[in-house]
Structures are given as C-alpha cells and as structure tokens.
Nanobody, 124 residues
Framework: DVQLVESGGGSVQAGGSLRLSCVAG????????MGWFRQAPGKEREGVAA????????RYADYVKGRFTISQDSNKTSVYLHMTSLKPEDSAMYYC??????????????????WGQGTQVTVS
C-alpha cells in the first residue's frame, strides 16, 4: 500500500511559521508528484502546493503564493511545506498527497490519488 505520514502541525499565532513534513513509504511505483492539500471544517479539501518528483513542476494555490514553499529531499521520499506569514484562515487539517499513475499527470490538483491522515494546523 501507499503510506504518507505527515508531521509538524500545531498551533501558532498569526504571522508565525510552521514547517510540515511528509514521509512517503510503501508502494512507490509510478509516483509522479507529491503535494499538500488542506481542509477546514465545513469546507471542501483544496490544493495548497505540489511538486513533481523531478522538481521541475511546482504549483501553488493563489492564496499561499509568496508565503508557502514546497520542497523535497534528494531521494524524493519526503516532501515539506514551509509556511510563513500564517493567517487564521490557514487553519485546517493539512494532508500530504501523491500522484501515482502510468500516464503523465502534470501535478494538477485533480490527479492526486493517495492521501495521508493529516496534521492539524491552527492559527490564532
């Protein structure tokens, strides 16, 4: 199976920073992209940031551009989300996600098909 384990969430004051981590394990065949989504209570899950395995393609939601940075380690088994200038509206459960399929995905939000359990981020 695909395993995506998030960590790094917590409570922070507005204007503060957090760094989320995701470790990918288990089935890794045809992995093309990794990324982060978030979901607040009563709202739909939305894409935050994504990166292709080669690091060439990066995507950010408009509301986090200039504040969040996605990165990955050299062996491509971990992905990170460095969040700065956090706002109360950033409060949500943040999920690590991956795209694993045979055909080219391009890391579009709707191509992600595996998910971690989430880590809570609360900004006050």
């Amino acid at each position: 199976d695909v395993q995506l384990v998030e960590s790094g969430g917590g409570s922070v004051q507005a204007g503060g920073s957090l760094r989320l981590s995701c470790v990918a394990g288990g089935y890794t065949a045809n992995r093309q992209c990794m990324g982060w989504f978030r979901q607040a209570p009563g709202k739909e899950r939305e894409g935050v940031a994504a990166i292709s395995i080669g690091g060439i393609t990066r995507r950010y939601a408009d509301y986090v551009k200039g504040r969040f940075t996605i990165s990955q380690d050299s062996n491509k088994t971990s992905v990170y989300l460095h969040m700065t200038s956090l706002k109360p509206e950033d409060s949500a459960m943040y999920y690590c996600a991956s795209v694993q399929q045979l055909w080219h995905a391009g890391c579009d939000w709707k191509t992600f098909n595996y998910w971690g359990q989430g880590t809570q981020v609360t900004v006050s």
